[in-house]
């Protein structure tokens, strides 16, 4: 990819981490301070429930019950999105890859872009916090035991996620119980590490 007059590009960042853990927050912040846009599949998901289409109709019952949408599925939706202009320059994803198989997907989807995961940063924060968290949001998807299924279903799925990006020297841990700038403000650091070009010694 090549770089921009704005600076270094800042290719496709992966935030991943449990329900709860901020991810949301920060994606919508490093969109605004990297200047590409956050795409969020939960956000993309409830919106088409909302609205009513055929894809809302198809995952409105998986979304309410915590699990998750098929790997097909969301591989049509992803690439659809990557798809448009405003990616040129990368994109924060946010909720995707959720599952190893969509990890593998992503590569294969961002080759054809001519783009690539620059980072991926795991958010971590200790589980009593999450389920505080969840409770104080009172999202509607988040009855006590929802919360605790979708918990469940990211240890099962989404941790393995981890393990596929660390093979490949791209996984970063933060710390996801401080401060949102603070938080911010470490996710950064990694992704500067990760596009700064490598001294030639
Ligand atoms: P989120 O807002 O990222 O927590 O996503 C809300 C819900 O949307 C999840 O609990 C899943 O049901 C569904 N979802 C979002 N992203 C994905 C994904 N990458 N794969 C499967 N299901 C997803």
Not at 60 to 87: N, S
Not at 125 to 147: H, K, M, N, Y
Not at 179 to 189: C, G, K, L, M, S
């Amino acid at each position: 990819m090549a770089e921009s007059a704005r600076g270094i590009t800042p290719g496709f960042l992966v935030l991943f981490g449990p329900p709860g853990s901020g991810k949301g927050t920060q994606a919508a912040i490093l969109a605004e301070r990297l200047g590409v846009p956050a795409i969020s599949t939960g956000d993309i998901l409830r919106a088409a429930v909302a609205a009513g289409t055929p894809l809302g109709q198809r995952v409105a019952a998986v979304l309410a019950a915590g699990a998750l949408v098929d790997d097909g599925l969301m591989q049509e939706v992803v690439d659809e999105r990557l798809r448009a202009p405003d990616t040129a320059r990368g994109a924060i994803l946010d909720g995707f890859p959720r599952t190893v198989a969509q990890a593998e997907g992503l590569e294969t989807m961002l080759r054809r872009l001519d783009g690539e995961v620059r980072a991926a940063v795991l958010i971590s924060v200790p589980t009593e916090e999450l389920v505080r968290r969840a409770l104080l949001r009172g999202r509607g998807d988040d009855e006590e035991s929802v919360i605790r299924e979708r918990l469940r279903v990211y240890e099962e799925k989404t941790a393995p996620v981890a393990e596929f990006y660390r093979q490949r020297g791209l996984l970063a841990r933060v710390d996801g119980h401080r401060r949102v700038e603070q938080v911010t403000d470490a996710i950064v650091a990694v992704l500067e590490e990760a596009v700064a070009p490598r001294a030639a010694t």
